[in-house]
């Protein structure tokens, strides 16, 4: 099962030696990932502050500068992971460092169950997925 970890972190300035601490410790994790052919992709995201949340209403495309919610953490950055089970995915998840500026973080763990084939689903799944 494909597994999705999302890095959130508390918004703090870190020292070099932290952030390199962290880097080497993010390069171990997908290292290994690697090696076993479980990672399926990982990378940081850009500052909160770069981004711009969309919103449709009434047929109006609206975007705003700034995240979607006012939050004490951020999401920054992901992993995913092709794991055997949830266990497996927590133990990796326990590796990757969340921790920025010696503030606390988490890694939040969402499986990845794919979408159906097109031609598998029918065409209210297929529009109930595309609302969503």
Known sequence: M??????????????????????????????E???KGILHGAEPLAPIHTATTVRV?????????????ETKE??????????KDLNEAIGY????PSACGG??????IRALPGLPS??????EQREAVLAK
Not at 118 to 123: M, N, Y
Request: charged share 20%; aromatic share 8%.
């Open 57 to 69: 209403q009434d047929g109006q495309v609206l975007t705003t500068d700034g995240p979607f919610a």
């Open 2 to 31: 494909r597994y999705m970890l999302l890095i959130y972190t508390q918004a703090a300035p870190a020292s070099a030696e932290e952030m390199e601490s962290v880097k080497q410790a993010h390069w171990v994790v997908m290292e």
């Open 118 to 123: 097109r031609e598998a689903a029918s065409s």
């Open 103 to 108: 503030k606390p973080g988490c890694i939040e």
């Open 93 to 96: 998840a326990a590796r990757i």
């Open 74 to 83: 951020q999401l920054a950055g992901y992993y995913i992971l092709d794991c």
């Open 33 to 35: 990932t690697s090696r």
